[in-house]
């Protein structure tokens, strides 16, 4: 039952953390944080109470490291509350793929504070309660059973905005723990330290942490925030922030992207930014970490603060290619799969689109295609990103819209015109001009049947409209887009359902004519 004290003239603070039942225990952790914007200092603290989950203890130190760190890389424009609801998004997120993929049902519930100024913000996610006692007057906000992170896609939360007086007391525990102490002791001014206050609500399971509003309200010092430069140096065998790196991968950027191993045995993709980490940077990892599209990477949180720019990523499941290596391996793929494929991307597209990413360069070596016909799409540039100004096109990037290139206004009809152009490439092997930076005026649309000699009908006219130099001239959404593409493949299936009814009548028909003149030859010859 250690305890664990921070004092300063505003705030006073103590946390400490009863007995660990199996499976089962809560966790805290408070930390001063530089403020965004001109905004003063922030104490931030959570709280994780967990239950079912084998290794616990170890289980949460490793959440709280992890939710830490990502505060801290979250973009520099978000509010901190912004932050914090992100954060645990993302766990939320993190933690219902697992438990969609039978990876066990670890019931986890988080409460946070966020002191700032003379503001209080108080997240709720699940069984963990505030209790806000002052003179005698005693108020609870109680957890809510059946809210537990990783129960829904979606981050069930509950927000409060609170203004603490001088003097009040915040508890912050589980909620059993809340229902089962006496907290009229709280409730007397002046009296007992947070920490004697604190000692006796621990002899039962959980853990808690008392905060006693002082009377001078000035925060700590300003802190400084961290940089995250780009690593321009990198080998098989590097140590970094607790990684090791084991090798390089075989899609994205090349000598940019490594499988590594952390020390807790976790293997993850590496993949290193080219430019210092800015607020582009981290707008991009955080618009993939809010993305559930199962053709997106899933981003791990690492459980150290990152010293450089790199994104952490899960590996991509075994077998898969980009797709330079698979048509090498496989040829040209059939009208079917490729229809999957752009599916699939096109899901993805749309997801990022939502998220305020637009104008994406969709290189084949950051498009990945397993046997199984499954997609992974690594999106890397993008011109356009939530929050930050509009992003240089990489010189060497194709395919990419016209009018990414000359610097005109776009909508997500250029990433139309990236899907296309992929399509064109794969069935031809080579990619459109009005794609290439060395696009000549006056260009005209090649035909497919030039280089390919299965075509789906129709398909030529659906990727010379997507193709258009001008955005009005292509179709107003990826959905119709999709849609011209699947008409022609449907057509052709429905017309070869209704043929086969017609050779059976057909087959059947002879067989009746055939069948006496056989009997009769029998007859004949047995006469």
């Not at 321009?232 to 000598?255: K, N, V």
């Not at 993305?291 to 997106?296: C, E, H, R, V, Y």
């Not at 899907?419 to 490439?425: D, K, N, S, T």
Request: proline letters at 8%; one cysteine or more.
């Amino acid at each position: 039952m250690a305890l664990q004290l921070l004092e300063h003239p505003g705030i006073t603070l103590a946390s400490g953390t009863g007995l660990d039942l199996p499976h089962q225990a809560a966790r805290s952790r408070a930390m001063w944080l530089a403020g965004r914007q001109q905004r003063p200092p922030l104490l931030l603290v959570m709280l994780l109470w967990a239950r079912h989950c084998p290794d616990v203890v170890q289980s949460l130190d490793r959440h709280l490291d992890a939710l830490f760190a990502d505060f801290r890389c979250t973009p520099q424009g978000w509010s901190e509350t912004q932050a914090a609801r992100q954060v645990l998004a993302a766990l939320n997120l993190q933690l219902f793929r697992q438990r969609q993929a039978g990876q066990g049902m670890v019931e986890l519930h988080a409460g946070m504070l966020l002191v700032q100024g003379d503001e209080l913000q108080f997240l709720q996610a699940g069984s963990v309660g505030l209790a806000r006692a002052q003179q005698e007057s005693l108020h609870i906000l109680s957890g809510r059973e059946g809210q537990a992170l990783g129960t829904q896609a979606e981050l069930a939360l509950v927000q409060h905005s609170l203004l603490p007086c001088r003097g009040e007391h915040l508890l912050l525990a589980p909620q059993p723990l809340l229902d089962v102490s006496n907290l009229q002791g709280l409730c007397q001014p002046g009296g007992e330290a947070p920490g004697e206050l604190l000692q006796p609500l621990l002899q039962a399971p959980g853990a808690a942490v008392l905060l006693r509003v002082g009377e001078n309200r000035c925060m700590a010092p300003a802190l400084a925030t961290a940089a995250c430069p780009a690593l321009r140096q990198i080998t098989c065998g590097q140590l970094l922030d607790g990684w090791t790196l084991l090798r390089e991968c075989p899609y994205g950027p090349p000598e940019r992207v490594y499988v590594g191993r952390d020390e807790s045995g976790r293997e993850a993709v590496l993949w290193f930014a080219d430019e210092d980490a800015g607020e582009a940077f981290w707008q991009r990892e955080w618009a993939l970490r809010r993305s559930p599209q199962q053709a997106l990477p899933q981003v791990l949180s690492p459980h150290q603060a990152r010293s450089h720019a790199y994104l952490v990523l899960a590996k991509p499941p075994r077998g898969m290619r980009n797709l330079s290596d698979w048509v090498a391996a496989h040829g040209k793929p059939d009208a079917q799969t490729l229809l999957s494929l752009v599916t699939q991307l096109i899901a993805a597209v749309r997801s990022l689109q939502r998220r305020g990413m637009q104008g994406l360069w969709l290189n084949p070596r950051q498009i990945l295609l397993g046997d199984d016909g499954r997609v992974l799409f690594l999106p890397g540039a993008a011109v356009i990103l939530p929050g930050v100004a509009r992003q240089p096109v990489p010189e060497q990037a194709v395919p990419l819209a016209p009018e990414l290139r000359s610097g005109r206004a776009l909508d997500g009809r250029a990433d139309q015109f990236a899907l296309a152009a992929l399509v064109y490439w794969l069935m031809s092997g080579q990619w459109p001009e009005a794609a290439r930076g060395d696009v000549r005026p006056g260009h005209c649309y090649v035909p497919l049947a030039t280089f390919a000699t299965h075509v789906p009908q129709g398909w030529d006219g659906v990727l010379a409209r997507a193709l258009a130099p001008q955005p009005q001239a292509r179709f107003e959404a990826l959905s119709e887009f999709q849609l011209a593409l699947q008409q022609p493949l449907q057509t052709r299936r429905s017309q070869a359902l209704r043929r086969a009814p017609l050779q059976i009548a057909r087959l059947a028909a002879l067989g009746l004519v055939a069948l006496p003149l056989l009997l009769g030859l029998l007859l004949s010859l047995g006469g």
